[in-house]
C-alpha cells in the first residue's frame, strides 16, 4: 500500500468567486474548466489521504451576489481552508466604487473567518501594462489596499497578484483578454501555494514566442476581439444579464478529486499528445 506523505494540514477546501475561480481561460478536453483552484485542489489532493473539494464559483458575479450566495454555502461545508477572490466585476465597471465593493468583501471574510479555516483573498493584477484595462489601474489600487487592511484585521492571507509580475505578459492571457490562459493560471496556483506555504512541483511553463505583428495585423484583430468579446459585454450591461446567470455552481458540494485528476490525466495520454 501506498502511504501518501501528509504535506499539507489540508483536508476540506472551498473556493469562492467568479469567473476567475471557475478557471475561465483554462478548459478541460470536455470543454468544462480547470483554473487555478482545480490546480491547487490537485496538489493538495496528492498531499492529503483524505481531501475533499468543492468550488462554489460563477463566471460573471458581483461581490454582493458572491456574498449572497456562496458564503453560508461555504460555511456549511465546514471547510479548513477558503479561497476567496470577489470584486474584479465590480471594479472594472464604468464607475465602480472599490472602497465600497471592499465593505461588502469585508462582510464576507467577516463570516467566513467565523469558521476558523485558513483564508486566501486575492488583490487584483497590475493592469498598467494593458490597453484594454490600463485606465482602471488607480481603481485597482485603490481595492488592493482595502483588500491587505481587510486580510490584516480578519487574520486572511493574500495572494498578491499586483506584485506577480509575469502575469503581466499577453501570453498570460486568453483571447478575450479579461481571463487568464492555461499558463496564467498556472502562475497563479504557484501564487496561492506559495502563499499556503504548501510545498509542490508545478512546474514553471515559458510561454512560446509572440509572432511579430504588422500594424494592420494588430487592428483587424483587435476589431476581432470588440466584436467577438467587448462588444456582447457591453450589450449584457445594457441588458442588465450576466453570462452566469441560470448556471450552477462548479463544484457545489465538498467530494475527491477524482474528477479532475481523471480529466488531466486524459489530456496528457499518449494518443492526446500530437
Known amino acids: 500500500m501506498v502511504v501518501m506523505p501528509e504535506l499539507s494540514p489540508f483536508t476540506r477546501y472551498v473556493a469562492l468567486g467568479d469567473s476567475f475561480t ?3 481561460g483554462d478548459p478541460y478536453p470536455d470543454g468544462t474548466f480547470r483554473g ?9 489532493s496528492a ?3 483524505d481531501f475533499a473539494y ?3 464559483a460563477i463566471r460573471g458575479k458581483l461581490v454582493r451576489q458572491i456574498q449572497a450566495e456562496q458564503v453560508e454555502h461555504a460555511v456549511a461545508l465546514q471547510p479548513d481552508l477558503i479561497t476567496i477572490s470577489a470584486g474584479g466585476n465590480d471594479v472594472i465597471r464604468p464607475g465602480g466604487d472599490p472602497d465600497r465593493t471592499a465593505e461588502i ?5 467577516a463570516r467566513l473567518a467565523t469558521t476558523g479555516a485558513t483564508i486566501v483573498v486575492f488583490t487584483g493584477v497590475d493592469v498598467g501594462w494593458s490597453g484594454t484595462f490600463k485606465s482602471i489601474r ?13 486580510a490584516q484585521r480578519h487574520g486572511a492571507l493574500v495572494a498578491d497578484q499586483w506584485a506577480l509580475t509575469e502575469i503581466q505578459d499577453t501570453r498570460m492571457w486568453s483571447e478575450d483578454r479579461l481571463h487568464m490562459s492555461p499558463l496564467g493560471h498556472q502562475v497563479v496556483a504557484r501564487l496561492v501555494l506559495r502563499t499556503l506555504g504548501v510545498p509542490n512541483d508545478l512546474a514553471v511553463e515559458e510561454p512560446a514566442p509572440v509572432p511579430e505583428r504588422s500594424w494592420r ?10 466584436r467577438e468579446y467587448a462588444l456582447p459585454w457591453v450589450v449584457r450591461r445594457l ?15 465538498l467530494s475527491p478529486l477524482a474528477r479532475a485528476l481523471a480529466a488531466d490525466a486524459e489530456a496528457e495520454a499518449p494518443e492526446n499528445a500530437q
Open 22 to 24: 471557475e478557471g475561465l
Open 36 to 44: 487555478w483552484a482545480d490546480r491547487v485542489a490537485e496538489v493538495l
Open 47 to 49: 498531499q492529503t489521504a
Open 54 to 56: 468543492a468550488n462554489l
Open 105 to 109: 468583501l469585508e462582510q464576507s471574510i
Open 138 to 150: 488607480g481603481r485597482v489600487a485603490i481595492y488592493n489596499e482595502d483588500v491587505h487592511r481587510i
Open 217 to 226: 495585423e494588430a487592428r483587424v484583430q483587435d476589431l476581432h476581439w470588440a
Open 239 to 253: 441588458k442588465g444579464v450576466s453570462s452566469g446567470d441560470g448556471l450552477p455552481p462548479k463544484r457545489p458540494q
